[in-house]
């Protein structure tokens, strides 16, 4: 077990069940050590479901399973392991879907084409479906604890991540509860990362498809932790015809929408820097800031590029101000920047100005700041109107251990 | 100190001074520990000189001003300091090199205009022009033992990089030297690398920069340690009118050229493979080749997107034959790849093939080999007839000792 990160929040407020679905929580021995490590999730009335999906082109077949019942709009069923991605495992990983989904269809009454998987784990291994489908034999995990949820879909995680949180619309009060896993292959489209949201109004699925995409674009899409991206990266948000209103939402410029909207926002924000929070090893959060840029491609390049740099992110571990390295980054970008118009800043320190060290640094200030739990980089190109910001995490010893002796 | 790399090379060589060429070496006092820090080549009689940059947009004042000095075609001076890279070091950088090529313009008689520089180290710290200066004004360092020019060059290299071939060309011997130091922010084209290469014999210079591009593409643009570029490459190649020929060397397509290509090419490659055997913190070299791909492109980016993943590094770093990580590699580039033709070999063996696990994989086989110093990785595509190969090293927690800690 982990020793859990220095970054983790210190408390995890109450996370509250979604009305309209039960779950299941179970023990399937997909590790070593006896640990939760599969979920069903069971939708009870009809649920709108979104899905957006990593873009490697060698993703999980887990993946294609869900894009191809993502037409029929509607969930039933959702079934999250950890422990094994389900990827390269060729047609006996595909085989082992069809029988998991017949076997949760006949058991729970729920339409095999509304039946989603999430799997998370080593890529390229056995799929375990037997030891899953006995445990769904099982009928006895059924819980009120959620935050269980985000436990079992843990894999190098040390922490559990979750967040509910509540909206009154017409006079009712509209619950959203999010969970996360990372924490290693976090770029640049999601992570290994699983993110679930479950809303208990039904929001049709056209418009919870382009909800979702965006708010994925503001939150997942914008974090790193070492710029490998997985197979398995997958964010499935519902919405659960639970709390009804008197006339429907039928329409992404309905008021409604905007206020779920604003609900939804820090929910998918706080689950992403969450993962930042517990990258593997990560001793520092580092949220990275760059304006006046030309444009936002180049916003966005230079802030990924610094991110992802490993020199840039050991400076970081070893609380060494060493801004040289994020002008290495900056520069290998090939993005043409004026040397004396670029400022640098490190928390609330000039550190770069006029082409050179800033001359009023004070170095013992910024080495004491780099010390802190979390750093503030802005990066002031002096080009234009654009920005982006990106978080990420250090680099240190233990990014190392946890990767070098994953499987051992 | 750092311990020397596991991988170095059990001998190095005798290293030949190049006839036409003075060198000195220094102790400029630019480390805090007492070592050579600083070499000075005179050339003492017409020298053509060749020179490729980093790509960087943000590269050191000493390129810009080598890139000038280039068009004059000869080199009679070239100063190359550790320590300090003279980079985003603002107008007190450029100063610098004007004072110091004036100095060595006066002392030693040479043009300022054929004096070129190399410098690496810190990015961002003030250059240490008055210890430099001081230094060349001493008389007593000039030597013979050209292996301590690449002793001079050294940042966290742990052994020094050089070699030195013969040629017969019209019954003359044609001698070549090479010196390169690594070894951090190595990548795409080339690295913090510094390489100097110095022949005896008059090419000239148009057909000594073909020459020295198409060198550079085959060796120190394939390499990689950690993705980052330097603001400071450089490759240097120079040619002394020492030993000459009845009839000049006039055309590209001369066949002396060609036998002298012929030479030079197991001098880049073997100073560029010295560099990855010296990446921080390297335990183990990995050769990978991608065979079988759509086109160049497409097997240069998965060849580079798999040395470059840090989960990658840290499984080979652990003797993990985890070939998920690679999938996952493969597949973070968008790279469209049938997985049924994907073949994957590590060493002799099939790794993977149709889809999933190599059935006959002998997994005990396969960790014993993974534990070897020099690794062999294959990845055939099975869609067209390109090929790209790279080198490069493990991710051990050594690399993060050295840059935590790089400047404490």
């Known amino acids: 077990m982990l020793k859990k990160s220095p970054l983790a929040p210190k408390n995890i407020g109450k996370i509250k069940q979604i009305k309209g679905i039960d779950l299941y929580v179970y023990s399937a021995g997909l590790y070593n050590k006896k640990r939760l490590d599969l979920a069903l999730f069971l939708f009870k009335n009809k649920t709108s479901v979104a899905e957006v999906f990593t873009k490697s082109s060698l993703r999980s077949c887990t993946l294609d399973w869900n894009e191809k019942n993502l037409k029929n709009k509607e969930i039933e069923a959702l079934i999250v392991n950890s422990g094994n991605a389900n990827t390269f495992t060729g047609q006996a990983g595909i085989n082992a879907l069809t029988k998991i989904s017949n076997f949760v269809s006949n058991k729970f009454k729920v339409s095999v084409k509304k039946v989603f998987f999430a799997s998370t784990g080593v890529i390229g291994e056995k799929f375990p479906e037997k030891k899953i489908l006995n445990t769904l034999k099982k009928d006895k995990s059924k819980t009120n604890n959620w935050l269980q949820a985000a436990q079992s879909i843990m894999t190098t995680d040390t922490f559990p991540k979750a967040i509910s949180v509540k909206t009154m619309i017409e006079n009712k009060t509209i619950t959203i509860t999010g969970i996360a896993k990372g924490s290693g292959m976090i770029e640049p489209n999601m992570a290994t990362m699983l993110g679930f949201i479950f809303i208990d109004c039904l929001i049709p699925q056209n418009i919870l498809q382009k909800l979702l995409k965006d708010l994925v674009d503001k939150s997942f899409n914008q974090i790193t932790v070492d710029g490998d991206e997985s197979t398995n990266d997958t964010v499935i948000m519902t919405s659960t015809n639970s709390v009804s209103f008197k006339n429907k939402i039928s329409s992404i410029k309905d008021r409604r929408i905007s206020k779920i909207k604003n609900s939804l926002l820090p929910v998918v924000k706080y689950l992403a820097e969450q993962i930042v929070r517990d990258g593997e090893g990560a001793t520092k959060l ?97 080009q234009g109107n654009y920005s982006y910001e990106t978080q990420t995490c250090d680099f240190s010893h233990k990014y190392v251990d946890i990767n070098a002796a994953y499987r051992t």
């Open 286 to 382: 580092i949220n990275i800031k760059v304006e006046s840029a030309k444009n936002s491609p180049q916003a966005k390049r230079i802030a990924k590029a610094v991110a992802n740099s490993p020199l840039v992110k050991t400076a970081f571990y070893g609380n060494d101000p060493n801004w040289g390295r994020i002008v290495m980054a900056i520069g290998k970008t090939y993005e043409k920047i004026d040397p004396k118009k670029l400022k640098i800043y490190i928390g609330k320190q000039t550190v770069v100005a006029n082409g050179a060290e800033y001359k009023k640094l004070n170095l013992q200030k910024l080495k004491k700041y780099m010390a802190s739990k979390e750093i503030d980089l802005k990066l002031d190109l002096g």
